[in-house]
């Protein structure tokens, strides 16, 4: 049961990820950068705040852990996304813009995730 909980949350998640990049895309014209940001940034919130809420609610099953944590949070960031678009602007001599990117995604993930940590625990 886990697998499918698991694979059914990866597959919402890969699909939102691409649903909103492209939404990005469409409002500014040309592919950039700021879908995947946005990307990572929410999803380091959504942990925060689903690792807070269902660490104050322990009698959740596990599966629902394993399909939004594991499977639709971890298909949805994209950590991996981020460091080959870092490497990509670099390549392109943008090297401002790839680390501008890369740690401002960093820095303001880890800024999401201790709100969604904070948000969870007070609901």
Same mark, same amino acid.
């Given at each position: 049961?886990?697998?499918?909980?698991?694979?059914? /949350?990866?597959? *919402?998640?890969?699909? %939102?990820?691409?649903? @909103?990049?492209?939404?990005? !895309? &469409? =409002?500014?014209?040309?592919?950039?950068?700021? /879908?995947?940001? *946005?990307?990572?940034? %929410?999803?380091?919130? @959504?942990?925060?705040?689903? !690792? &807070? =809420?269902?660490?104050?609610?322990?009698?959740?099953?596990?599966?629902?852990?394993?399909?939004?944590?594991?499977?639709?949070?971890?298909s949805?960031?994209?950590?991996?996304?981020?460091?080959?678009?870092?490497?990509?602007?670099?390549e392109?001599?943008?090297?401002?813009?790839?680390?501008?990117?890369v740690?401002?995604?960093?820095?303001?993930?880890?800024?999401?995730?201790?709100?969604?940590i904070?948000?969870?625990r007070?609901?």
């Amino acid at each position: 049961m886990p697998w499918a909980m698991v694979a059914i /949350g990866g597959a *919402l998640g890969a699909v %939102s990820r691409y649903a @909103l990049d492209r939404v990005v !895309v &469409s =409002i500014v014209g040309v592919p950039t950068v700021l /879908g995947i940001f *946005l990307i990572n940034i %929410s999803g380091s919130f @959504l942990l925060g705040m689903f !690792v &807070s =809420i269902s660490d104050s609610h322990p009698g959740w099953p596990a599966s629902v852990r394993m399909l939004v944590a594991v499977g639709f949070l971890g298909s949805y960031t994209t950590f991996s996304t981020l460091m080959i678009a870092g490497i990509q602007s670099g390549e392109t001599g943008d090297i401002a813009k790839a680390a501008l990117n890369v740690a401002g995604s960093v820095a303001l993930g880890l800024l999401a995730a201790t709100v969604g940590i904070v948000a969870g625990r007070a609901l």
